[in-house]
């Protein structure tokens, strides 16, 4: 199982990201996807799911109509869209994925089998 992110960048505040996570080693429809991210000094925290056919997705709290997951079946990858970024979404950001059911999406770590390297994110005020 292999998880490569990549997208991350510099940007202003109130600029956008997409992130791309290419998975290859195991069947990707059979996986939910998730996003973690941690900033310096904190704990990874959990961003963004969705379930292995696409049709539930999660996110937290802080994120929410800013930021889209989705997922292309074809190319095996799963987006973070980021608008409207903030300094506070500075973070190294991580795609992660566990085999599920249908419908499931979780915003615990532990859940998470399979981890990508992480790319990072940085937001200037």
């Known amino acids: 199982v292999q998880l490569q992110a990549s997208g991350g960048g510099l940007v202003q505040a109130g600029g956008s990201l997409r992130l791309s996570c290419a998975a290859s080693g195991f069947t990707f429809g059979s996986y939910a996807m998730g996003w973690f991210r941690q900033a310096p000094g904190k704990e990874r925290e959990f961003v963004a799911a969705?379930?292995?056919?696409?049709?539930?997705?999660s996110y937290v709290d802080s994120v929410k109509g800013r930021f889209t997951i989705s997922r292309d079946y074809a190319k095996n990858t799963v987006f973070l869209q980021m608008r409207s970024l903030r300094a506070e979404d500075t973070a190294v950001y991580y795609c992660a994925g566990h085999s599920a059911i249908d419908g499931e999406v979780y915003d615990q770590k532990a859940r998470y089998q399979n981890w990508g390297q992480g790319t990072q994110v940085t937001v200037s005020s």
């Open positions: 969705i379930s292995r056919r696409g049709k539930r997705t």
